[in-house]
């Protein structure tokens, strides 16, 4: 048996709860996986996990080990990037999830530049338009995106924030009228998405003078490029980051409104498992963004 790659099954398969997606995590059978975890429970006496058909979870023993094992693993990880470091430079395989919007408007036109400045690290770039993204359990190094999270084991470090816009069609405003305050809201079609944070309300002002005024409108989305698309088509107003609508505004395909009652920025996050070692390419990557990215987010 070696011990480090049984360790590493151990703590994959109490990460992500079964055989099957330690299997996969790892690229390797499910049977090599069991085989692992057989031999590793035999070597210490101990029964580590309660088995059943859906999922395995460990025992009082096994959560103990499971504890240890994984500052074992960071450590091991920290010896083996100092050592390689002092020869070789970082490098590894990079795993990020980035929200859709923010790839296509920023990141992915950053990832050459970072991969020239590191050429021994290569990335697994996912894009989503889910808020909240499983880091730890879908074996991610780095999230970025428009929330922050209140999970212990999750590190939320800003990289700076967007400046939004309510605006709309120039054709919408021809037929429906310009809204002067935030309150005429009410009697307007709003494209609704889930980008605002609460799906019937839209916040304006700072601080203590902050609300959340009540909108509603026939349509509603979860993406921001739809919401910005229906905008650009006349369905509505919309509540939306300068990184889509910044080119729409400029030309005079949309309208900013309400300018003077402060619609609220939206903080950009980089997350990353809470750790006492965090891996350099994490690091770097993080510096890099915060490099690159904070001066050109407004």
Excluded at 68 to 83: G, N, P
Excluded at 97 to 102: A, K, M, Y
Excluded at 218 to 229: D, F, G, K, W
């Amino acid at each position: 048996m070696n011990l480090l790659i049984a360790m590493k099954v151990y703590d994959r398969v109490c990460t992500l709860g079964s055989l099957s997606a330690a299997a996969r995590d790892l690229a390797m059978s499910t049977t090599a996986v069991s085989r692992l975890l057989k031999d590793l429970e035999e070597d210490l006496g101990v029964r580590l996990l309660n088995r059943t058909t859906r999922r395995m979870s460990p025992t009082e023993a096994g959560r103990d080990y499971a504890e240890r094992v994984k500052v074992l693993l960071a450590d091991v990880e920290e010896l083996q990037d100092q050592t390689r470091r002092l020869d070789r430079g970082t490098r590894g395989l990079l795993r990020i999830s980035c929200s859709n919007v923010l790839a296509h408007a920023r990141i992915t036109r950053l990832i050459p530049k970072f991969l020239d400045e590191n050429p021994m690290i290569s990335i697994e770039f996912n894009l989503t338009s889910r808020y909240v993204v499983g880091i730890v359990e879908e074996g991610y190094d780095v999230a970025i995106r428009f929330e922050a999270q209140t999970d212990s084991e999750i590190v939320s470090r800003g990289l700076g924030k967007v400046r939004n816009f309510v605006c709309a069609s120039p054709d919408y405003l021809r037929r429906r009228g310009r809204p002067r305050d935030v309150a005429e809201l009410a009697v307007h079609d709003c494209v609704l998405s889930s980008f605002a944070k609460r799906l019937g309300s839209w916040p304006f002002g700072a601080g203590e003078a902050r609300v959340f005024v009540p909108v509603s409108g026939r349509v509603s989305t979860n993406n921001i490029e739809a919401a910005y698309q229906m905008t650009l088509a006349g369905a509505g107003i919309g509540y939306l980051p300068s990184l889509v609508v910044r080119e729409a505004l400029q030309d005079g395909r949309l309208e900013a409104l309400l300018e003077q009652h402060g619609p609220v920025p939206s903080p950009i996050y980089a997350l990353y498992p809470h750790r006492t070692y965090v891996a350099m390419k994490v690091r770097v990557f993080i510096d890099f963004l915060m490099r690159e990215l904070s001066p050109d987010l407004d």
